[in-house]
């Protein structure tokens, strides 16, 4: 999971209380863990504690073996926010050469965005946390989908 500016700084006034980006993830990490999972349609996810919901939309992604991820990378100098969700949670400013060889071999998802200088490899699909605000009161009283049977069938 990335996070855009706006969701950083909710993070890290409402959870986390540290600017630290390890801390800030681990935060997060454990927000999501006693979360529920809503999909509200095929680009937005939302994940509620029924107090406080994270919005986040899904990026594009592409399904690549670590070689692949290296060639793509390999030439790029700068730091990037870079992050590894798999059975480690990886989240560190560095370049991104030094970053991958942390992570095992494998096929992962695999974004990244150079004008914002973020990468994502991880083993689920990447989100970009958009947001963190007070849940809604339909968030609130989400208890899961439920199959409820038509008016009139038995």
Do not use: Q
Request: hydrophobic residues 35%; aromatic residues 10%.
């Amino acid at each position: 999971m990335l996070l855009t500016n706006h969701a950083k700084e909710r993070i890290i006034k409402r959870l986390s209380k540290s600017r630290r980006y390890e801390k800030i993830y681990s935060t997060l990490l454990d927000f999501i863990k006693g979360a529920e999972k809503i999909e509200v349609n095929d680009k937005i996810v939302i994940f509620t504690d029924k107090r406080k919901s994270l919005v986040c939309s899904k990026l594009e992604w592409r399904k690549l073996p670590t070689e692949e991820i290296f060639e793509k990378v390999k030439d790029i100098e700068e730091t990037y926010e870079c992050v590894f969700w798999g059975d480690k949670k990886i989240a560190k400013k560095t370049t991104p050469r030094k970053f991958l060889k942390e992570i095992p071999d494998g096929t992962f998802y695999f974004y990244i965005n150079r004008e914002k200088r973020v990468i994502y490899v991880g083993e689920e699909e990447p989100l970009l946390a958009i947001t963190l605000r007070p849940a809604k009161r339909k968030e609130r009283d989400y208890v899961g989908i439920t199959n409820i049977s038509p008016k009139g069938s038995s």
